[in-house]
């Protein structure tokens, strides 16, 4: 790893944020859009509708005299009994044989279908006994993106993020209509676990990283925020469409045909000239950031011959770089710490986000509104976030929002379900969550040295997918209690917020670079520290700079 002078010098001309960045990043941003639309796509195409069991004498009777009239709550207390909450039991019947109060499992269902007219759900009959099978399926899905998230950011690193972001657009477009006429269960999860892999993690973050590769300094933190916005616009597209059509299977083929919106990207996308110079293409870099500037109208000239002259005095090595990996994030005390911290931090704000997320579907009222609100929230959030990051500091934002996303979702669980106060409750946790999801992106990077910082963002993103796959199993142990999955989300959230305090602040203060830089930053600096007045940083308590080089050959 070097620092190429020539190289920053090249990537300066183009400026912060112009023109070109701008179409190139609007670009990109399609990728998060199509990102939160699949990933929870399955909330509408295998929603679970109210249901109950299917009781032949009432129901066979009721739809021989008119499709449109049900039983009566009175008639079918006679056949199911009713829960503690005094409504009917979804998943048990009288037995008619035994008699004297003997329940038995459903043997067919029938669904309320206000909302809901198909689903995977319905079709396949997975409540009950077979809930875990639907919940499956967006574990399978999660799992996905945990593969392509390790997979593709590597392979994006050869080839090129161009490559990967394109063939990962083709193939989201392939498999998320393919996955709409998968005729049994196990193709189903064969193909979901593809959709994943392409769906919501190829395009999307090397989308990401190509922007990050792209704008300057001043403008990382607002376009780093502005993709959890658009993955928020996916979620809101997911309601949206699942309101306007019925049939499941339409409605996934819709939601696979907004791979079309990443095509002609193989045409008007640049791949990243960062990644082109440091594979040796450098005609093509140079060329990319001459055009850049003259559409960003500057009035500057790129000598493209001053820059395709090799300098070996451009490059100047970092220490410890060579060798430096994701093992040296555990090798020393204080780097160490910071890594469990940040990745149970990810973990936190990721089961947390995707619990609230699922449970759209759980909450009273029109399940698509709620679902589209559920997006809506977090737009407040990152606004203000955009705002007060590099005024309040990433450490009390990060954990401020934590706590109190945590506590609001104990709260609810406590609440009335369904209940207003409940459902406004949740909104105001996934508006919390979803501030400090945006915030981690940033903090991470800002807290790990160089010569480990996509490792440590790898890793980082790892725990994040590893939550979101636990999250639909941790959902299904409301059947022992409503309140278990709520109170797990927010007791892990409520607890990396209160860890997060012992991190230091990166506001205002150089990134570290080598892994002796890493292991000095901000020791000594918690939130406790600094309440105190003793904020101390790696420069007062360890030895200037020069005194670190020998730790080069002993990184090796």
């Known amino acids: ?26 670009l990109h941003l399609l990728a998060a859009v199509t990102a939160g639309l699949h990933m929870l796509s399955l909330v509408t195409v295998a929603a679970v509708p109210e249901h109950r069991c299917f009781v032949e004498d009432l129901d066979t009777a009721a739809a021989t005299v008119n499709g449109t009239i049900l039983p009566t709550f009175s008639q079918l207390a006679n056949y199911i009994p009713l829960n503690a909450d005094g409504d009917l039991e979804s998943c048990l019947m009288f037995d008619p044989l035994l008699g004297n109060g003997t329940t038995t499992s459903c043997g067919s269902y029938v669904y309320n279908n206000t909302y809901y007219q198909s689903s995977r759900t319905i079709e396949w009959n997975l409540v009950c006994d077979k809930r875990w099978m639907g919940a499956l399926g967006q574990t399978i899905y999660m799992l996905g993106v945990f593969t392509g998230a390790v997979w593709l950011g590597g392979l994006a690193d050869k080839i090129g993020r161009k490559k990967v972001f394109c063939w990962s657009a083709l193939m989201q477009l392939i498999l998320g209509v393919a996955v709409a006429f998968t005729p049994e269960y196990i193709s189903f999860l064969v193909l979901r676990y593809l959709y994943g892999i392409f769906g919501s993690a190829g395009s999307y973050i090397t989308g990401f990283v190509l922007t990050m590769e792209l704008v300057g300094p001043s403008k990382r933190t607002p376009c780093g925020i502005s993709f959890q916005g658009a993955f928020a616009g996916g979620i809101m597209l997911v309601a949206a469409w699942g309101a306007l059509i019925p049939d499941r299977m339409i409605l996934q083929v819709v939601y696979g045909l907004h791979g079309l919106l990443l095509v002609a990207h193989w045409w008007i996308m640049d791949e990243s000239p960062r990644w082109l110079w440091m594979q040796g293409r450098k005609r093509e870099a140079v060329n990319i ?193 409503p309140k278990i999955p709520a109170v797990i989300f927010g007791v892990i959230s409520l607890v990396s917020g209160t860890w997060v305090l012992l991190l230091p602040e990166t506001m205002g203060k150089p990134m570290p670079q080598s892994l002796m830089d890493g292991e000095n930053f901000g020791r000594g600096d918690t939130a406790f520290s600094s309440c105190m007045g003793r904020n101390k940083t790696h420069t007062e308590d360890f030895p200037p700079p020069q005194q670190m080089v020998p730790m080069r050959k002993n990184s090796r």
Not at 2 to 24: I, P, S, T
Not at 368 to 384: A, C, D, T
């Open 289 to 481: 950031v001459d055009k850049a500037v003259r559409m960003n109208g500057r009035g500057m000239h790129v000598d493209k011959e001053y820059y395709l002259v090799e300098a070996k005095t451009t490059q100047t090595d970092e220490p410890g770089a060579t060798s430096a990996g994701l093992g040296d994030l555990f090798k020393t005390p204080n780097l160490r710490k910071m890594t469990l911290n940040v990745c149970l931090c990810w973990f936190a704000n990721s089961i947390t986000y995707y619990g609230l997320s699922l449970s759209a579907g759980k909450l009273s009222g029109n399940p698509f509104l709620i679902l589209f609100l559920m997006g809506l929230v977090e737009f407040p959030s990152y606004i203000s976030i955009s705002y007060l990051l590099d005024k309040l500091g990433r450490r009390s934002i990060t954990s401020s929002l934590m706590i109190v996303g945590g506590i609001c979702c104990i709260v609810a669980a406590y609440l009335t379900r369904g209940s207003t106060e409940s459902t406004t409750i949740v909104m105001f946790g996934k508006l919390f969550i979803a501030g400090s999801f945006a915030v981690i992106y940033n903090y991470s990077a800002e807290l790990f040295p160089t010569v480990v910082r996509n490792s440590a963002m790898g890793l980082g993103s790892m725990c994040a997918r590893l939550a979101g796959a636990l999250t639909p199993m941790i959902t299904l142990l409301d059947s022992f209690d």
């Open 1 to 26: 790893m070097a620092v190429d002078q020539k190289l920053e010098e090249l990537m300066g001309l183009l400026g912060d944020f112009g023109r070109y960045q701008a179409f190139q990043f609007v």
